[in-house]
């Protein structure tokens, strides 16, 4: 093998290196402190069919993180975007957007376009995660700015798993969102966002979102349950029960679907590993087991009903009858299927732990 | 003063260190001649003197003293002059044309074997190479102690004055290796090769490459367990460490006194040079990838910092890294310069003072500052000056690639990396060849 002469190369050599310069615009690239990196957006609709955007962005200063809200209107939500960086003295950079918050009032009215304008424009990481705000914007936002313990990117941490999220709120991210538009037997669930009366935020439920529009809302204990069906972590997860609240540290079902004459059948068994936190009076485990088997399977059901009036399903029951129904009939799963679909819910709970008392 | 004599003179009579002296050996009047700035005349003469009486106590006549003390020739100036100048001392008898060649007590001009200066030893043998090519290959020959091991000596230069020497153990070296190298420095024998330059041109390899075909060491140990893993040593007179050959990718990580460890330690050790090099090569170009071209890959909070850090910095993050690299190259350069005396002075105003008034100035971000410290650090952890030269070099090009590519870029630079070095072989033997079969020897 020749070893590369770089001598009689060299005109080449430097030409083609310097067009490597010249071919990758590199002089378009902003150092990170020209831009302004928002960790939340909002969105609201006007009259107008505007958009109302707002933008959170910390802002370091002087050894500690300030917040700034800003915002803007426009047609579309890249313009009003454009019209804060325009105004602002470094460039806006969607890429660290961790929240996307709509409005309650637009999430009713669809927000397809919304969600299909996040996936085609790639400026925003379609891991983003989608909440809904069940208040004014503009007043919510303005709360925020008032609050004391506003800091940098607390309404991220809100949200990751390794601060200060919890099992009764859902995760959904913005590409989840997408496939749920598009998917025949997929719906999903959005946390409804309030700002708090002592806490920062207050998760009033979850928004249920079918086809991008909100159709239902579901409580915090049930959104439990629906993070329980998607396999989300229910660690550290408290629940109530009249004579005890026990806490589940783990959970695994199987699921036995039929399908006879368009009636689809769903027998479910869900087991439950907890722990016995508290006990009030006379309780024994097998009250416990009981009651809590019984709160939960008649949560679950009246969940489910309300889900199927809705049609909305954002437990993804449909996925277990996908090799059931035929290609052709499955886009009818959400009208004429799944408002007849029979469950049979049954929980089994296996107490781990009774804790260093064995008094029940 | 007859005709041998005067001729000579005529030849060498300009040299302010050129000795004449007479003297008598066994009643025969004699002139000794010789540069006294490398003969040690007064030890010589007492040598000469003492070997002359033994030799007549026994009665023995003077032509054998003469066959004793050195070579007989006559009439043959030239030789003489030469001789006088490699350092001998011509013994001459008036009145006629004949002298004696002898080899005297030579003055002191090599430092004794010395601990090593530019490789640190932990527990380990503590003997260097010195400058002259003899003594090396004695303390070769004195760890080697095998009758295996093979010198093959040359003369090289345009008046053959350049020794070289070639070791190998019989049965280990790779044959073709040898006998490449002996064909090359056989066919350029005409070639200076008083410095690695000069070396490798005359062993044909090419002068452009970044990396030193060359694996130099100081230490004796390292370079015999080499020799006895199958590579070969060249010794050039007057460079004091042993030049192994092939040299191989894996000898950056690997140094033969590591095995003074235990494994688990050895391992250790090694891959914390391996994690060495990549920090070299990697950080500076992350850094400028990072800042200015693919922030989203940072985490928000590690962004909002650095973003903080880098407030009211006026450069964008390619001209700061450069300048500051530029700096710290310009240290690093002016500290093998410096006297030893005012060199940890100048290093001190250089890294502390002057890094951290560039970043109180606003001049850099003081992430940089922990990154260049990082850099500098990690690329002393690579074995052999040569090579951690030549990393040092590398990590521009990574950098330049980073700031114009981003996270791209400086993966592309390390796959460009990675085919350049897997291009370069010595000989057809391949600079990234790993000895993965466990034995020793051969490569590894």
């Not at chain 1, 966002?193 to 935020?201: N, S």
């Not at chain 1, 809705?310 to 437990?315: F, K």
């Not at chain 2, 044959?175 to 490449?180: K, M």
């Not at chain 2, 693919?294 to 993050?317: F, H, K, W």
């Amino acid at each position: 093998m020749n070893p590369y002469n770089l001598k009689s190369k060299a005109p080449i050599t430097v030409c083609l290196l310097l067009t490597v310069m010249i071919l990758t615009g590199c002089w378009d690239i902003r150092d990170i402190n020209h831009r302004t990196l928002p960790v939340v957006l909002g969105i609201s609709t006007i009259e107008d069919d505007q958009y109302k955007v707002f933008l959170k962005i910390p802002e370091p200063v002087e050894g500690s993180m300030e917040v700034k809200i800003v915002s803007a209107t426009g047609e579309t939500i890249s313009h009003a975007v454009d019209v804060i960086s325009r105004n602002m003295e470094t460039s806006v950079d969607l890429l660290h957007v961790k929240v996307i918050m709509i409005e309650r009032k637009t999430a009713e009215e669809g927000m397809k376009d919304i969600i299909a304008g996040f996936m085609r424009s790639r400026e925003v990481s379609s891991k983003a995660l989608v909440t809904i705000c069940d208040q004014n914007m503009d007043e919510f936002f303005s709360k925020l700015s008032e609050s004391k313990n506003l800091k940098g990117t607390n309404m991220f941490d809100y949200f990751e798993k390794n601060a200060g999220w919890n099992p009764e709120i859902a995760l959904t991210r913005i590409w989840e969102v997408y496939r749920s538009i598009h998917s025949y037997t997929r719906d999903v669930a959005i946390p409804l966002i309030v700002t708090g009366d002592t806490t920062t935020y207050e998760q009033v439920g979850s928004a249920v979102i079918k086809n991008g529009k909100m159709v239902e809302q579901i409580s915090n204990d049930e959104t439990l349950l629906f993070n329980a069906f998607n396999d989300e972590s229910t660690h550290g997860q408290i629940e109530v029960l009249n004579h005890a609240s026990v806490m589940i540290i783990g959970n695994s079902m199987n699921h036995h679907t039929d399908l006879t004459d368009k009636q689809p059948v769903l027998q479910s068994r869900i087991n439950l590993k907890v722990v016995v936190l508290e006990t009030r009076g006379k309780t024994s485990s097998d009250m416990i087991k009981k009651e809590l088997s019984h709160l939960l399977s008649s949560r679950f059901s009246s969940m489910l009903a309300n889900l199927q009036e809705s049609e909305a399903d954002i437990l993804g029951l449909g996925q277990l009858y996908r090799t059931k129904i035929d290609r052709n009939e499955l886009k009818n799963w959400r009208s004429v299927y799944y408002p007849n679909l029979k469950s049979d819910i049954q929980f089994q709970i296996d107490i781990q732990n009774e804790g260093y008392l064995r008094t029940t | 003063m007859d005709r041998f004599i005067n001729e000579i003179k005529a030849e060498l009579g300009n040299n302010g260190d050129f000795h004449l002296q007479r003297d008598y050996l066994a009643d025969a009047a004699v002139m000794l001649l010789g540069f006294n700035t490398l003969i040690d005349f007064i030890k010589t003469r007492t040598v000469l003197h003492k070997h002359a009486e033994s030799i007549l106590l026994q009665n023995q006549p003077s032509e054998d003293l003469w066959g004793a003390i050195g070579e007989l020739m006559e009439g043959d100036v030239l030789k003489a002059i030469s001789s006088i100048y490699e350092g001998k001392l011509i013994i001459h008898f008036e009145n006629t044309s004949r002298f004696i060649i002898m080899e005297p007590v030579p003055a002191m001009l090599d430092r004794s074997i010395d601990s090593p200066t530019n490789e640190n030893v932990i527990q380990g043998a503590l003997d260097s190479f010195t400058e002259g090519i003899d003594i090396n290959i004695g303390i070769v020959r004195k760890l080697v102690n095998s009758d295996e091991i093979r010198i093959d000596s040359f003369s090289a230069g345009r008046s053959r004055k350049n020794k070289l020497s070639l070791l190998y153990i019989d049965g280990q070296a790779d044959i073709e290796l040898v006998n490449s190298i002996r064909n090359h420095i056989e066919k350029n024998i005409q070639m200076e090769a008083y410095n690695l330059q000069g070396l490798a041109k005359m062993l044909g390899f090419p002068s452009w490459n970044a990396i030193s075909k060359f694996n130099t060491t100081e230490l004796p140990h390292h370079a015999v367990q080499n020799l006895r893993k199958g590579k070969v040593i060249l010794f050039v007179d007057r460079l004091p460490f042993a030049l192994i050959l092939p040299s191989l990718f894996w000898d950056m990580f690997a140094a033969e006194n590591d095995r003074n460890f235990p494994l688990p330690i050895m391992l250790a050790i090694r891959l914390i040079r391996i994690i060495g090099i990549l920090i070299t090569l990697i950080t500076p170009g992350l850094y400028v990838a990072l800042v200015s071209v693919n922030p989203e890959v940072l985490q928000i909070q590690l962004a909002l910092s650095v973003a903080q850090s880098r407030e009211g910095v006026p450069y964008p993050a390619l001209a700061e890294i450069i300048f500051m690299l530029l700096i710290l190259e310009l240290i690093l350069e002016a500290s093998v310069r410096l006297p030893k005396s005012i060199g940890p002075t100048i290093t001190m105003v250089g890294g502390i003072i002057l890094g951290q008034a560039a970043v109180e100035a606003k001049l850099v971000s003081n992430l940089l500052i922990i990154i260049l410290a990082a850099t500098t650090i990690a690329n002393s952890t690579i074995v052999g000056f040569q090579n951690s030269v030549s990393i040092r070099l590398f990590k521009y090009a990574i950098v330049i690639l980073g700031a114009i590519f981003g996270i791209l870029g400086l993966v592309a630079g390390l796959v460009f990396l990675s085919a350049y070095l897997a291009s370069l072989n010595t000989y057809g033997k391949s600079y990234l060849y790993l000895n993965v079969k466990g034995n020793e020897n051969n490569g590894g």
